[in-house]
């Protein structure tokens, strides 16, 4: 079955960086598209970035473009978000979350998540 | 880029129907598949509904979805409603490269 663990969550100060990583295991990494998706407390779910199978699309929601990256290694089943310039509206739990296919847009399978807290 | 449009909250009585909607702002609801999300207290989303109506493994056939072109919407329906299902619902959409939720639905079974 589908498992999608998250890690690298924590408090961090405003205007520091953060690497979340997130291993998958019981798919083919390789063929499917991975997202993050964000929910600051007590909010709904806000989408972040996704990552086409081979790595060639990458696309980010306005909120964090120029901040986020997302990035994938797939010899290692592994997908990643480094987080620059970090602002107390990034607090949030932080999902990975496996695509329907290699780039269909469609979150199909969710990891539980991870918390990063942006304070002073 | 367009917005996706649900009711904050519905209630409804176990083993009734409820139906949540999801109203598109701009753009077709027919030119992009619709999802819906179920997030209960404390836990991580899961998938109820994929492109448009069809289930995971695993949901039962309570959990229904459709489109209506005409009001530019999608609908989850839950039938025989059981207080389990008690929960936030999303929906999501998207366009070329961009991933869009609704704000959520609180369902409340009592």
């Known amino acids: 079955q589908v498992q999608l663990v998250e890690s690298g969550g924590g408090v961090v100060q405003p205007g520091r960086s953060l690497r979340l990583s997130c291993a998958a295991s019981?798919?083919?990494?390789?063929?499917?598209?991975m997202h993050w998706v964000r929910q600051a407390p007590g909010k709904g779910l806000e989408w972040v970035a996704v990552?086409?199978?081979?790595?060639?699309?990458?696309y980010y929601a306005d909120s964090v473009k120029g901040r986020f990256t997302i990035s994938r290694d797939n010899s290692k089943n592994t997908l990643y978000l480094q987080m620059n310039s970090l602002r107390a509206e990034d607090t949030a739990v932080y999902y990975c979350?496996?695509?329907?296919?290699?780039?269909?847009?469609?979150?199909?399978?969710w990891g539980q998540g991870t918390l990063v807290t942006v304070s002073s | 880029n367009f917005m996706l449009t649900q009711p904050h909250s519905v209630s409804e009585s176990p083993g009734k129907t409820v139906t949540i909607s999801c109203t598109r702002s701009s753009g077709s609801i027919a030119s992009n598949y619709v999802q819906w999300y179920q997030q209960r207290p404390g836990s991580a989303p899961t998938t109820v509904i994929y492109e448009d109506n069809q289930r995971p493994s695993g949901v039962p056939d309570r959990f229904s979805g459709s489109i209506d072109s005409s009001s530019n919407s999608a609908s989850l329906t839950i039938s025989g409603l059981k207080t389990e299902d008690e929960a936030d619902y999303y929906c999501q959409s998207y366009d070329s490269s961009n991933v869009v939720f609704g704000g959520g639905t609180k369902l409340t079974v009592l």
């Open positions: 990552i086409w199978y081979d790595g060639s699309n990458k």
């Open positions: 979350a496996r695509d329907l296919g290699m780039g269909t847009m469609i979150v199909l399978h």
């Open positions: 019981g798919f083919t990494f390789s063929s499917y598209g």
